[in-house]
């Protein structure tokens, strides 16, 4: 199954940073864009969209692999948010989602990283 066609039920066994009890999610890919939709299985009224961490910060998996935060294979994604006046759109680099979709589990990495902020922009290019 590649990136853009992916639907999956996925298990954060830690849960999330602030929703600890959210473990059970579902990962779909939002249809024509390169975004994805995570919504909780375990409280359906909460949800995130998020993109693939390399297309908001180009080469982050390879800074991550290198680092041994994350393993070959594993896909990588930024929980992405809308801050302000005019609304701007930010990714959270210091805090990205690691899934690993043969095991269908994932967890959240925290980086304490001047170069992974926690709202970093997002171009409309990106």
């Known amino acids: 199954m590649s990136q853009s066609q992916v639907a999956a039920e996925i298990d954060f066994p830690d849960g999330l940073v602030g929703l600890p009890a959210l473990i059970r999610h579902r990962l779909s890919a939002v249809p024509d864009t390169a975004l994805y939709e995570i919504v909780s299985n375990d409280d359906p009224t909460i949800g995130f969209i998020a ?63 001047p170069n992974f902020p926690l709202q970093a922009p997002v171009s409309e290019a990106g």
């Open 51 to 113: 993109a693939a961490v390399d297309n908001v910060k180009p080469g982050a998996t390879e800074v991550l692999l290198e680092r041994g935060l994350i393993s070959e294979g594993e896909w990588v994604l930024a929980i992405l948010a809308v801050h302000g006046e005019p609304p701007a759109v930010t990714a959270n680099l210091a805090g990205p989602l690691v899934i690993d979709m043969e095991k269908a589990t994932a967890r959240q990495l925290i980086i304490e990283d």
